[in-house]
Each structure stands twice: as structure tokens, then as C-alpha cells.
């Protein structure tokens, strides 16, 4: 790894909002045009993801992991076990359906700081999940991507994943229906 840059396990009110903050920018810079205005403007809020990053923290239900360069972080992603069931914190009405996945891991989240894109972050972040999850028993890695993230299907089809075939509906406010796609790879 580069000079500078190291992981932290998130563990903290500082991670949790480091990472919120990020998944905020992350949202506001890829989500345009996909989300309604209005949510990406009064619910994406750089603070919005820290009390759902405590309770996992508390739980145990997932692991926060950042990517800092000195003390700036500059990546994110929270893995765990595969997610099944009701999702009201993603949206409400959301039933995920993980059959023929049991076991696996699953990249819950996975955001890059924008202003720090094109640089192997998240290259970096992808390797040291992977690598946790794997240590953690799982024999696969899943992730729901928005169907219209060209460069996000890109970046996990580089990373070894493939669309699986199967797709979630993501129902947001305003009756819009946001299609996320699941990738899928062996670990």
C-alpha cells in the first residue's frame, strides 16, 4: 500500500460521520436524474447514515471499514453478511430476497470520496473487503448496484463481479422504482 494510506475499522462518531459524509457526496455526485430531487436534497444529508453506521457498529450486524491517505478519508463500504428480508432503512416496502445465497457476504455500501476518484482507492478498498470477508467464512461476495451506474458496474465487474441476473425494486418517494441489479462473486 502507498505511503500514507491506511484502513480503519469504523468505530467511532468520528468514522461513522467520515463515512456518512461521504456517502452523502457520493450520492448527490452519481444520483441525479435516478433519485427524485427532493430526496437527494432533503434526506441526503451529510449526516444522514450515522445513526444506522452506530447501531451496526453496536450490533455487530456489519462492519464499517474507511481508506484514510494521513488523515483524510478518502473511501468507505460497510460488509457483512448477506442481507435478507424487509430493508426499511434502504426503503420502505423493500424485501430482499438473498435464496441460493446463504452464507455469503454482501457489500452493503462502497463509496469513494468524489474528489478522490481515478486515484485506486477504491481499488484498495475492494481487495481489503474482499479479503475480510472471505477470512469471515463467506464463499461469495454480493452488491446491489443501480442499474444505470455504468461506471459503478464497470468498477465490479473489474473487481471479478457479474451481474447474477436477478434485480431488486428500490420504491423511493413520488412512486419511483429505482432498479438495483446484484453482482455476485466467489471469494
Given at each position: 500500500?502507498?505511503?500514507?494510506?491506511?484502513?480503519?475499522?469504523?468505530?467511532?462518531?468520528?468514522?461513522?460521520?467520515?463515512?456518512?459524509?461521504?456517502?452523502?457526496?457520493?450520492?448527490?455526485?452519481?444520483?441525479?436524474?435516478?433519485?427524485?430531487?427532493?430526496?437527494?436534497?432533503?434526506?441526503?444529508?451529510?449526516?444522514?447514515?450515522?445513526?444506522?453506521?452506530?447501531?451496526?457498529?453496536?450490533?455487530?450486524?456489519?462492519?464499517?471499514?474507511?481508506?484514510?491517505?494521513?488523515?483524510?478519508?478518502?473511501?468507505?463500504?460497510?460488509?457483512?453478511?448477506?442481507?435478507?428480508?424487509?430493508?426499511?432503512?434502504?426503503?420502505?416496502?423493500?424485501?430482499?430476497?438473498?435464496?441460493?445465497?446463504e452464507g455469503w457476504g454482501e457489500l452493503i455500501s462502497f463509496y469513494t470520496e468524489?474528489?478522490?476518484?481515478?486515484?485506486?482507492?477504491?481499488?484498495?478498498?475492494?481487495?481489503?473487503?474482499?479479503a475480510r470477508l472471505k477470512l469471515l467464512g463467506h464463499p461469495g461476495c454480493a452488491?446491489?448496484?443501480?442499474?444505470?451506474?455504468?461506471?459503478?458496474?464497470?468498477?465490479?465487474?473489474?473487481?471479478?463481479?457479474?451481474?447474477?441476473?436477478?434485480?431488486?425494486?428500490i420504491p423511493f418517494p413520488h412512486d419511483m422504482i429505482c432498479v438495483d441489479l446484484?453482482?455476485?462473486?466467489?471469494?
Amino acid at each position: 500500500m502507498a505511503e500514507g494510506l491506511h484502513f480503519v475499522d469504523a468505530s467511532c462518531e468520528a468514522h461513522f460521520r467520515a463515512m456518512s459524509a461521504i456517502h452523502a457526496r457520493g450520492w448527490r455526485k452519481t444520483y441525479p436524474g435516478h433519485v427524485p430531487d427532493d430526496y437527494l436534497r432533503d434526506v441526503i444529508t451529510d449526516d444522514h447514515w450515522v445513526p444506522f453506521f452506530r447501531e451496526d457498529y453496536e450490533t455487530g450486524r456489519c462492519r464499517g471499514l474507511l481508506l484514510y491517505r494521513e488523515e483524510t478519508p478518502v473511501a468507505c463500504c460497510n460488509y457483512g453478511p448477506i442481507r435478507t428480508g424487509p430493508s426499511p432503512r434502504q426503503s420502505e416496502g423493500l424485501v430482499i430476497d438473498a435464496s441460493g445465497y446463504e452464507g455469503w457476504g454482501e457489500l452493503i455500501s462502497f463509496y469513494t470520496e468524489p474528489s478522490e476518484t481515478g486515484r485506486g482507492y477504491g481499488s484498495m478498498l475492494m481487495t481489503e473487503a474482499l479479503a475480510r470477508l472471505k477470512l469471515l467464512g463467506h464463499p461469495g461476495c454480493a452488491v446491489f448496484v443501480l442499474r444505470e451506474n455504468e461506471g459503478a458496474r464497470r468498477f465490479y465487474a473489474r473487481h471479478g463481479f457479474t451481474w447474477d441476473g436477478s434485480h431488486q425494486d428500490i420504491p423511493f418517494p413520488h412512486d419511483m422504482i429505482c432498479v438495483d441489479l446484484r453482482y455476485t462473486r466467489l471469494l
